[in-house]
């Protein structure tokens, strides 16, 4: 446990560099450039693949602009990854590998249909950054023990304590009242108010799940969660918050239990009404904000179904293309949105039934990778969930860095099961001698 305990510290470094990069707006170049001196610290340290996912993950909220540098730095992954599979003459193939392959190489195809290739190209592109990251890690040799758990759990509330404090940099420079009541200001420079917001549907039931070891009391931990619960306020996405609250309301039963409410209850009983007195002022906002009668089509989100169900009748089998929903939401509704706000009507317009059907394998799989009695997995299963709701009203999940955060949490379950030697799930290795 001693080695674990040392986690905070480079944790704390990454999450406080990671703030300074983007807060002095450095360079997107010098960004990369500093990930990837990092990437050869460890690989001169010989540290396991997590320490260079943990960094990878953080280079998403390092930059001001809209150039992903984690794609870059997945890209450099990936080759040293297959340089030394290479050497060592072996693969791993994880179990949700072909129907993943199945589905991309389908979305690729329909670029030759769809009405603007480019956008059906930089959608494939989009995808494969998390699609990447599933084969870095089931293919990285990294063996996760039991207390790598905590490790996990930890990281995520370190990614989600630097998203925090950017969020409120911004209203502290705008002015609270300000930003509350102008959402378009809460915009980082490399995601807005509902794209940022998806990375707390993620990773809050990933933080949450280190307060299940009964052995353990963190109540530092559990503060800095409950600021990010704020932070996830303060971005102001209702989808996300309803997301959240889907998976903390699941995750409220696993909390049963004299040690839990001794624990952890006290101090949330004590946060809140602090809460509420700070909030009193904008209450009406929020009432006004959340309930109103047109909530469920908040920014005008009924054109864009009634566009994408149009388009999914037109052509119910193979649909107009990846990515063809950019193309029809500015032509036919005079738009700047890419994507129709909910993932399955953006699946079924796009790729139609046959897309469907597809991503239905996976989802069905993932119910199964899932289906453990394990409270870690279980947390990891809340954070897919909680996105997944988030992405019925919103853009889609696999997207930008959305596709990073799922495939990097459905990795994280495979090499866990993978890893338990009473477990029957397990990936394939294959040999590339020839015998």
């Known amino acids: 446990m001693d080695k674990l305990r040392n986690v905070e510290g ?16 450095v360079p997107t170049v010098y960004v990369t450039a500093i990930y990837l001196g990092l ?47 290479l050497r060592e003459k072996q693969f791993v193939m994880g179990r949700l590998l072909i129907p993943m392959a199945a589905y991309g190489l389908y979305a690729a195809l329909s670029t030759l249909w769809a009405p603007r290739t480019l956008d059906a190209l930089a959608g494939v592109f989009m995808l494969l950054e998390g699609y990447l990251v599933y084969v870095i890690l089931t293919n990285s040799g990294w063996k996760p023990k039991e207390e790598d758990k905590e490790r996990v759990s930890k990281l995520a509330t370190f990614l989600l304590l630097t998203l925090t404090m950017e969020i ?28 940022i917001a998806v990375t707390y549907t993620f990773f809050l039931p990933v933080a949450f799940a280190k307060y299940l070891d009964r052995d353990t009391y963190r109540p530092l931990y559990y503060l800095l969660d409950v600021v990010n619960v704020c932070g996830l306020l303060l971005t102001q996405s209702r989808g996300a918050i309803v997301g959240v609250m889907v998976g903390l309301l699941l995750y409220v039963p696993l909390t049963c239990n004299r040690d839990y409410l001794k ?66 939401i500015n032509t036919i509704l005079k738009r700047s949105n890419a994507y129709y706000h909910n993932y399955i009507l953006q699946i079924a317009a796009t790729l139609g039934v046959t897309g469907l059907f597809l991503q239905g394998i996976l989802h069905y799989l993932w119910v199964r990778l899932f289906m ?20 019925l009203v919103d853009v889609s999940y696999d997207r930008f860095y959305f596709g990073l955060f799922l495939y990097f949490l459905i990795g994280m379950a495979e090499l866990f099961r993978h890893h338990d030697g009473e477990d029957s799930w397990k990936m394939k290795r294959f040999s590339t001698t020839n015998r």
């Open 168 to 195: 409120l940099t911004l209203y502290v420079q705008h002015g609270f009242t300000e930003t509350l009541y102008k959402k378009y200001l809460v915009d980082l420079g490399w995601g807005f108010s509902n794209l």
């Open 263 to 328: 624990k952890y209850y006290p101090l949330l009983l004590g946060i809140v009404p602090f809460a509420l007195l700070f909030f009193e002022p904008y209450v009406l906002e929020v009432i006004n904000r959340f309930i109103k009668p047109d909530i469920l089509d908040d920014n005008n989100r009924f054109p864009l179904y009634e566009l994408a169900f149009e388009k999914f009748k037109e052509r119910p089998l193979f649909g107009y293309g990846y990515k063809s929903s950019e193309y029809f």
């Open 10 to 25: 480079p944790l704390f470094a990454l999450a406080t560099g990671t703030f300074f990069l983007w807060f002095y707006q």
């Open 39 to 85: 990437f050869g610290l460890l690989f001169l340290l010989k540290r396991p693949v997590i320490d260079y996912v943990a960094i990878l993950l953080f280079s998403v909220f390092g930059r001001r602009s809209q150039v992903e540098v984690s794609f870059i730095l997945v890209g450099v992954l990936l080759i040293g990854l297959t340089i030394g599979r």
């Open 372 to 391: 453990k009695r394990d409270p870690f997995l279980f947390c990891l299963a809340l954070g897919v969930l909680s996105a997944l709701v988030h992405q």
